[in-house]
């Protein structure tokens, strides 16, 4: 068994910033990835921003280039979403995701957090 526990969602008013955390736990041998998707209503689940625990290289989604910064703690099994200069259309329900090894390392795991809700106001 693993789990996600995300945290940092919350209510904001446009051109504020917010943090998201994620830490990860359980039966993980190895982090390949972490990233954050986000899903507004009605639309589809996006890529955010993700980060490859080996050798910390990074991707976003392009709405959110030069805004978001994803970071993460290979001790803690963490990730971080810093998100400044935030829009209202950045609001939605974030989910956090993982990419592991765990028992058997042959296998690599998919595991989705529940998600954290992010409002923007104008």
């Known amino acids: 068994q693993v789990q996600l526990v995300e945290s940092g969602g919350g209510l904001v008013q446009a051109g504020g910033s917010l943090r998201l955390s994620c830490a990860a736990s359980?039966?993980?041998?190895?982090?390949?990835?972490m990233g954050w998707y986000r899903q507004a209503p009605g639309k589809q689940r996006e890529l955010v921003a993700s980060?490859?625990?080996?050798?910390?290289?990074?991707t976003y989604g392009d709405s959110v280039k030069g805004r978001f910064t994803i970071s993460g703690n290979n001790a803690k099994n963490t990730v971080y979403l810093q998100m400044d200069s935030l829009k209202p259309e950045d609001t939605a329900l974030y989910y956090c995701?993982?990419?592991?090894?765990?028992?058997?390392?042959?296998?690599?795991?998919?595991?989705w957090g529940q998600g954290t809700q992010v409002t923007v106001s104008s």
């Open positions: 995701k993982m990419t592991y090894r765990g028992t058997d390392v042959r296998i690599l795991n998919y595991y």
């Open positions: 980060i490859i625990f080996v050798d910390g290289s990074t």
């Open positions: 359980g039966n993980i041998f190895s982090i390949n990835a």
